[in-house]
């Protein structure tokens, strides 16, 4: 597509009147706000306390850094729509939107992965845990997990721009989803649905099947570990990451299979803010680590 001919993009989701609008976007505020201060609280904690250095919450902080990112590449341009009426984006916005909720979306599926090889060789080899996990592992893995999803993001980003539009391109979603840009293209889309499918089966089955592999393997070893107490304390250590695979996986299934447009748009928004708004408070809540360390900090500042 010519640079000349690029479109003006019509953000347009929900319809309400001026009062259900306000009450609509504190609400969204304030889960933006609150999604910041948890992951920022987390990623300091981590940094923070030496006990918390450890290739499990370097994953952490990573995921949190992560959260930060994808929430704040849609949120925002929502929140600015809504406080100005301005509905229009220009398309090299839209595609610069697109191709950063693909990158981190895609980042946190392979890194959640790698979070679940490193409960595995914790739990199966808990006296080779350091060697295999060092910190040249972890940050391989961590540019790894960014690498392939940045080419992943480019290429699909590639292909929807050159799908092709006439006048202004109305977006029925709160941001610049791809399922939408695809709705108003006048575009053979067969190519992109081909590679979508393609793509949803390397980055939906394969890391999930590897994570279920890895807790097969980690099921295996608790349920041989002779005393309870132990089999709990084992097993509650990766009770969190398996919190947030479900969260993450479960919401994100839910929207591949949705075919109403107001569904999506509504399973969109609840993606797009539940599961960076639910990862800080699940660590926190669940993870001891976590909690002593607050504790630990507040007690320093008394």
């Not at 790894?144 to 292909?159: D, P, R």
Request: with cysteine.
């Amino acid at each position: 597509m010519n640079i000349t001919s690029w479109p003006m993009v019509h953000i347009f989701a929900f319809s309400m009147s001026e009062n259900q609008s306000i009450i609509f976007l504190t609400s969204v505020l304030l889960i933006y706000l609150v999604t910041l201060s948890g992951n920022l609280l987390i990623i300091s904690l981590i940094c923070l306390e030496p006990r918390l250095h450890t290739p499990m919450y370097f994953f952490l902080c990573y995921l949190s850094t992560l959260d930060i990112m994808y929430v704040s590449t849609t949120l925002p341009k929502f929140i600015y729509v809504c406080l100005t009426g301005d509905h229009v984006m220009s398309y090299t916005s839209c595609m610069a939107q697109l191709r950063l909720y693909l990158l981190f979306s895609d980042v946190e599926c392979f890194l959640l992965t790698s979070m679940a090889g490193d409960r595995y060789v914790a739990v199966c080899f808990p006296l080779r845990y350091s060697l295999i996990m060092s910190k040249r592992v972890c940050v391989l893995l961590a540019f790894s997990a960014l690498f392939m999803a940045l080419v992943n993001a480019s290429i699909i980003t590639c292909f929807a721009s050159n799908l092709t539009f006439f006048g202004l391109v109305n977006i029925k979603n709160f941001f610049c989803e791809l399922k939408a840009l695809m709705n108003v293209s006048f575009h053979d889309n067969s190519s992109l649905k081909m590679f979508l499918i393609v793509d949803s089966m390397i980055l939906g089955v394969i890391p999930s099947c590897m994570i279920l592999a890895s807790y097969i393997c980690i099921i295996y070893t608790v349920l041989n570990i002779k005393s309870p107490g132990g089999r709990w304390k084992t097993f509650s250590s990766c009770s969190s990451h398996i919190t947030i695979v479900v969260i993450f996986y479960g919401s994100g299934m839910i929207l591949y299979l949705s075919q109403s447009l107001k569904q999506e748009i509504i399973l969109s928004m609840m993606f797009v803010t539940l599961v960076p708004l639910l990862n800080p408070l699940v660590y926190s809540l669940r993870n001891k680590d976590i909690t002593r360390a607050i504790r630990r900090r507040m007690e320093k500042n008394m």
